[in-house]
């Protein structure tokens, strides 16, 4: 063998020995052959998106880690999955704390900031928990809180979930659960019935006596009780939905069969600006007309906040599609990553494309549907709470669908309680739009510099 | 068997049908040419076209398409003058002509004195409808303007995110007039509505400022990389958000019926003004904003490359990105003051262009301007001609009525699969 390569020759003796340094740590001992196995990589040598995975580090040959002797990172646990489970605590928290706060602490009109009020209102808001989850009778109208923060809970959820699914079907960053015309469907439906079918004004609350509620009531089964309080509700669904359709036969027929992505999201615009168009019409004639109480109902539906006091059966009513959406699609979740290919290749990997592509638009429209129908157009969320949740967690379907539900959750729920604090709660629609515009600038000038959205 | 020319083979004459007998072509030893020969003929075609002469070919066929648009636009033009501003009567070509004649012979008089000067009274009095004639003149250059403004920014805004969909409203600077306007009327409460100067410095100067503030942020947010496109408009995007909202609860809290009253004239006002101040800012849009464009107008292809292949190219494309997102934005703070925000056109527009004119910038500029200009003129005069109340139907929502069936037309010519 030449002496170049034994190493004995002068021009070796010059150089210090090096030993090779290992992409995945050292390897000098048998034991640290495991660290050939962990999940980190170093963020030194990766390139491209940082989706805080690269939080944990091991340390280099030279230096010491000051948290050596406490953790040991190799053991650690999955930082996507550990974001899901601090998200999932998070929330169940806040929901706690919402719940048990008293409200109109910042408001503009008393600012009651002295401890004293708040013992009472806790100690009250206590009280009325107890006595309604031992099934009392009178609970002070917590209950209403609790539905109101339920049914926060299960539209952000919705909302997210959604928006992250249109976002991978779609195949584009700014796509968002309104892009096919869901919520100007439901505008337009709402106000078809109030053109139609309501002769009282804007919706508010009403205190009446229980006899009176009754007998307003009386003799119906659930589904005309159903029927006869969510007439609204049920309109704003049948609009959306109908839209939708509308929008996808449209694409559809255009296309001559076959459906576009390009083609859909058009069609969903340009419907989108026709009842918009119709809308205004419709508001200038109410004008015209001065029929004041269904102008106000008109103009509460056409900027998108609904101040409805939310009761157990809204909740159940908002449950059941919600909650069988999100089971299914938490079922079918890693399915949904083959969409990001080409169909070719998407099919030649086993799934059915038009049928998952169909499945999911249909699912999400009905839980978009769902949450604008109870609660009136909020359509921030859906755009801005998966490009949050894909910075903590990475675009995997696997781990973006539970953290867009528990995040959309956590910002519609800081939402609603900031609104409950600041202002008279005036519905949900527009300071969503305040806080998740706040927590998406904090996170992305964070993450300044480092990896942005280049995959859109 | 050789082939005979088409001389040889008279259809009109009185030969018999045969077409072997039908003149002496047989017996001179020739035949008729079939599809078979045509077919093994073509094998040895040679096409003699140059380079040159096929883009000499493509540049007069683009330039009869513009022509055509351009003839379109001056008839519409000329069309337009014809309909009333208020009452929804139409006037005679022949008066709109004198009308235009009378404005040119008052235009002139400074120049030529004539013996009897004209003053505005005295067309009146010769032509009943002249001041008509000329508000509704101002009105469709207005149109005019801002559908070239609207048609260009949305294709830059296009080529800018590389995005079918993206439209200009997506930067929000629109929420930066609203706050302008509230905060106009708020500072001057009732007397607003007479500081007619002060409206277009408060509008374009609260849109400028959002605008600055969008840059800035997408600059601070992307670091030290170059400008990354997609941050800016996630950060426009909240912040026009943001914008809108604070400026609603401001409204709600600080202003009652009286001052929204005086906010919804002003609005109204805004719109469609003919006074001079607007054609001077619109000028001056015109200057800052569409001048780089077409003179950039051969290099902002580059743009919609990916970003190693526009390095390869030596154009810089995150400059061009930049100056086109500032361009766009002041043109669409423009349009929108002086228009009303119609993000149809700023939809449609570019994809039709895209469609008649091929996807390159430059062969797509001149076209853009003229369709989003008859666009716009088309979807006015029909918004004047429909009584619908008092005011008439509003632009937008002739402009979503009229564009539906382009659209439709233009997504059923495509042939598309899901990609």
Redesign the interface.
């Known amino acids: 063998m030449p002496d170049v390569l034994k190493g004995n020759d002068a021009d070796s003796a010059k150089r210090p020995e090096k030993k090779p340094t290992d992409v995945f740590g050292s390897t000098e001992s048998p034991e640290d052959v495991r660290s050939l196995f962990s999940k980190t990589t170093r963020p030194d040598e990766t390139e491209g998106p940082q989706y805080g995975y690269s939080k944990i580090r091991l340390h280099k040959n030279e230096e010491v880690s000051p948290y050596a002797a406490t953790v040991d990172a190799r053991y650690a646990m999955d930082p996507r999955k550990r974001a899901i489970v601090l998200l999932s605590v998070g929330v169940f928290v806040f929901f706690i704390i919402a719940v048990f706060l008293p409200d109109q602490v910042f408001s ?1 009109n008393n600012l009651n900031i002295s401890l004293a009020w708040w013992i009472e209102g806790f100690k009250e808001n206590v009280e009325n928990l107890t006595a309604l989850i031992t099934l009392q009778a009178y609970s002070g109208g917590i209950e209403f809180k609790v539905c109101q923060y339920i049914i926060c809970l299960m539209a952000g959820a919705a909302l997210g979930i959604s928006g992250a699914l249109y976002q991978g079907t779609l195949k ?3 796509a968002s659960p309104s ?1 096919l015309g869901v919520m100007s469907g439901a505008s337009l439906g709402s106000i078809i019935y109030i053109l139609f079918f309501y002769s009282g004004g804007a919706i508010t609350t009403t205190v009446i006596s229980m006899e009176e509620f009754s007998s307003q009531y009386a003799g119906m089964n659930i589904f005309q009780y159903i029927l006869a309080t969510q007439m609204q509700a049920l309109f704003t669904l049948a609009g959306s939905t109908i839209i939708v359709m509308l929008v996808l036969l ?2 559809r ?4 069969g ?6 859909l ?3 969903g ?3 989108t ?2 009842i ?3 809308i ?2 419709i508001r ?2 109410l004008t ?1 007309r001065g029929d004041t109480a269904q102008l106000e109902a008109v103009q509460s539906i056409a900027t998108g906040t609904l101040s409805v006091t939310f009761t157990w059966l809204d909740v159940v009513l908002v449950a059941i599609p919600v909650s069988l959406g999100i089971f299914i699609i938490m079922r079918l979740r890693s399915r949904f990553n083959l969409l990001a290919f ?2 070719e290749e998407a099919r030649s990997m086993g799934i059915s ?1 038009t049928g998952t ?1 169909n499945l999911v638009i249909g699912i999400c429209t009905i839980l978009t549907a769902v949450v604008v129908a109870f609660c009136g157009t909020v359509g ?1 969320v859906g ?2 709470v998966p ?1 949050l949740a894909r910075k903590l967690v990475g675009p995997d379907f696997k781990y973006l669908v539970p953290a867009t539900a528990l995040l959309g959750a956590a910002l519609v729920m800081v939402a609603n309680f900031l609104t409950n604090q600041c ?1 008279n709660g005036m519905g949900m629609g ?2 969503t ?2 806080v ?3 927590v ?2 904090v996170a ?2 964070r993450q ?3 990896g ?3 995959w ?1 | 068997m050789p082939i005979g020319s088409k001389e040889n083979f008279d259809i009109g004459s009185d030969k018999p049908s045969n077409p072997v007998e039908r003149d002496g072509s047989w017996r001179r030893g020739l035949r008729r040419m079939t599809d078979s020969d045509a077919f093994e003929l073509s094998e040895d075609a040679i096409d003699f076209r140059t380079s040159s002469d096929l883009l000499q070919e493509e540049r007069r066929a683009l330039r009869k398409k513009l022509i055509i648009l351009v003839a379109a636009l001056v008839v519409l033009f000329f069309l337009s003058l014809s309909i009333s501003v208020s009452e929804y009567e139409y006037y005679s070509p022949l008066e709109v002509l004198s009308c235009l004649g009378l404005r040119i012979q008052m235009f002139f008089q400074d120049v030529f004195t004539t013996a009897t000067p004209l003053n505005v009274t005295q067309a009146m009095e010769i032509q009943p409808h002249y001041y008509e004639v000329m508000t509704r003149f101002g009105i469709s250059l207005m149109t005019v303007i801002c559908g070239v403004l609207l048609a260009l920014a949305g294709t830059l805004y296009q080529n800018v ?1 590389r ?5 200009p409203t ?1 930067l929000g600077v629109s929420s930066g007039i609203n706050m302008g306007l509230i905060a106009l009327v708020l500072l001057f409460q009732s007397s607003a509505s007479y500081m007619t100067g002060y409206r277009y410095l408060f509008c374009y100067g609260g849109a400028i400022l959002v605008l600055l503030v969008v840059m800035l ?1 997408g600059r ?6 170059s400008f ?1 496109v ?2 800016m ?3 426009g ?3 026009s ?2 914008l ?3 400026t ?2 401001i409204g709600y ?1 600080y202003m009652d019926d009286t001052l929204w009253e005086v906010y919804y004239l002003i609005s109204e006002q805004i719109k469609v003004n003919t006074e001079v101040i607007s054609y001077i800012s619109l000028f001056t849009v015109f200057v800052v904003g569409v001048v780089p464009i077409f003179l950039l107008r051969f290099s902002l292809n580059a743009m919609s490359f990916s970003d190693t292949d526009s390095k390869f190219l030596g154009v810089n494309a995150n400059r061009l990105r930049f100056i086109s997102l500032v361009c766009g934005s002041i043109m669409v703070i423009a349009a929108q003051i002086h228009c009303g925000m119609i ?2 056109v700023s ?1 449609v527009v570019p ?1 039709l262009s895209r469609f008649l004119f091929g996807a390159e910038f430059k062969k797509q500029f001149f076209g853009n301007i003229l369709i989003g200009a008859l666009l716009l003129l088309f979807c006015r005069n029909i918004a004047a001609m429909i009584p ?4 008439g ?2 632009i ?6 009229v ?2 069936p382009i ?2 037309w233009m ?2 010519i ?6």
Do not use: C
């Open positions: 503009i584009n960053a700014m892009t449209i694409a027929v255009a296309g001559r076959k459906v576009s992505k390009v083609a999201i058009i069609a615009q340009v419907f600006a026709t918009m168009g119709i205004s019409l200038y004639w015209y080409d169909d494309t592509r921030f755009f801005l490009h202002l527009s300071i739009g305040i998740g515009a706040l998406f600038l992305v000038i300044r510099g480092r942005n959205a280049d859109v | 995110f995005n079918p969909i993206a439209a997506m942020s601070a947010v992307s670091g030290r990389r990354s997609v941050d408009l996630l950060v995007s909240i912040i958000q943001l809108g909202t604070v609603t609860y809290f993000a149809m939809l994809h619908f109340l008092e005011d139907l509003p937008g929502t002739v402009v979503s009525f564009t539906m659209f439709v997504l059923a495509q042939q598309r699969s899901w990609e």
